[in-house]
């Protein structure tokens, strides 16, 4: 059955921007590198980010009706996230989507499926992050949901995550652990920083990751 909510809720733009200004990467290692979408979904361009409240979206295969009641409901800020069963057999976001997202002043798209009218969307600026191109429509025809928990890129997403994407890919964070996990990226960018220093002062990596003791636990010895 579907179902069709607005997201009533959302993180605070503060604690968004604070996690936006962490990496995908740092992020996952900050989960137990566990929370990052697979590597297929990737942005469309280089230099694409994206950062803001998950605006969820379940469709039926190769159909993009739900996709166009969350554009029509979704507010500014919102990144759409949407679960198409890893489909790509049809374009289901295209040029007159991304125009009517900009005007919404939407903060980007990830998808499983497909996009098409890629050439006007990479003019447009518009944040997309997916796993393929087709040239061919969505029908719209068939029932989905906006607002549910789904599956994206093989991580569970409910509505309110925060999203983060760069071009490492993207990470989906628990609305109820961003705290948390925020603090742990600080803690981690301190200790990086201090390993850069050690390493510009002479200090072998190997060491810094205090490999020499992994390897003996191995019984293993350099040459």
Request: aromatic share 6%.
């Amino acid at each position: 059955m579907y179902k069709i909510n607005r997201l009533t809720s959302r993180p605070s733009k503060k604690l968004i921007n604070e996690l936006s200004k962490f990496g995908v990467a740092m992020i996952a290692d900050s989960m137990g590198r566990y929370g990052a979408m697979k590597p297929y979904i990737r942005p469309i361009k280089s230099g694409i980010k994206l950062a803001g409240p998950a605006f969820t979206v379940q469709t039926y295969r190769s159909d993009n009706l739900m996709l166009h009641v969350a554009l029509e409901i979704a507010d500014e800020g919102d990144i759409l996230v949407v679960d198409s069963g890893e489909i790509t057999n049809a374009g289901l976001w295209g040029e007159l989507m991304t125009v009517m997202a900009l005007k919404k002043k939407l903060g980007g798209i990830v998808t499983d499926g497909a996009i098409r009218d890629y050439k006007e969307i990479i003019n447009s600026g518009f944040p997309v992050f997916s796993k393929g191109i087709s040239p061919l429509g969505g029908f719209k025809e068939s029932l989905g949901s906006v607002n549910v928990p789904i599956s994206c890129g093989g991580v569970s997403v409910n509505p309110g995550d925060i999203i983060i994407g760069d071009e490492d890919g993207v990470a989906v964070i628990p609305r109820n652990q961003a705290e948390e996990i925020l603090n742990i990226c600080k803690n981690i960018l301190k200790k990086e920083q201090s390993m850069i220093e050690d390493i510009a002062n002479g200090k072998s990596l190997f060491e810094l990751l205090d490999l020499p003791k992994k390897l003996e636990n191995l019984n293993i010895q350099l040459p």
